[in-house]
């Protein structure tokens, strides 16, 4: 995070400011203009397919973030909601520079994976924004179907343990979108999460050496009461 400091002072008028409300305005405009105009075939226009961009259609690289999911109306005003609620809050927790970064490298991450499976959707970014969010505010709780309350870590552990899952499990094409598209999420939270490993690390070392002398000491009162 230093280092995004000393660049947020060099270039931090670049900043987008309210990110996400361009971004679920525009997924939300082009699910009504796909709905009341389906001839039009919107979303196909807007995909990010490598084949095409290198024909020099280069407005893929970045249209493609605002397809929305192919779902009903309810379930994407829910989305669009969500993610505006994530988005922004983030903003806030980091600024609008730190945040703007962290959404180009995902974009960034996007792109590559692209050109290596022929295509690729907005869905793993999206989902680094929901893992950076689940990291930040584990305790938040969310309304499973309006009703059930739930801690957003827990549902953060199932998405890892779905990119897991296609990390190992999936073709080659997979595992690359997988890796390639979280890596903005490493990229800001890695270094603590070493920390964090390095801390558990030491805690269970220190645990291990004390109930040792505990059971050295034990022994050692045995021998002196023979």
């Not at 971004?23 to 226009?45: E, Q, R």
């Not at 270094?191 to 070392?205: A, C, M």
């Amino acid at each position: 995070m230093k280092s995004l400091d000393r660049l947020e002072r060099k270039f931090g008028k670049f900043a987008i400011r309210g990110l996400m409300i361009y971004i679920t305005t525009g997924n939300l405009a082009v699910f009504l203009l796909d709905y009341l105009m389906p001839s039009l075939n919107l979303p196909l226009k807007l995909m990010l397919i490598p084949s095409l961009v290198l024909k020099g259609e280069v407005w893929r690289l970045i249209t493609y973030i605002f397809i929305p999911p192919n779902t009903n109306i309810i379930f994407i005003l829910f989305v669009i909601y969500f993610y505006y609620m994530i988005g922004s809050t983030l903003e806030h927790e980091w600024g609008s520079f730190k945040l703007t970064v962290y959404y180009l490298l995902g974009m960034i991450g996007t792109t590559i994976a692209a050109f290596f499976t022929g295509g690729s959707s907005s869905t793993y970014l999206n989902l680094s924004l929901f893992l950076a969010f689940a990291y930040l505010f584990p305790d938040f709780e969310i309304l499973i179907f309006f009703i059930l309350p739930v801690k957003i870590k827990y549902l953060a552990w199932l998405n890892w343990a779905f990119i897991v899952f296609t990390i190992v499990f999936g073709d080659i094409r997979l595992k690359i979108a997988a890796i390639v598209q979280v890596a903005n999420f490493f990229l800001f939270f890695g270094s603590d999460l070493l920390k964090w490993i390095k801390s558990r690390r030491n805690v269970y070392y220190n645990r291990k050496n004390f109930f040792r002398q505990i059971e050295e000491g034990r022994k050692a009162n045995k021998q002196n009461r023979r």
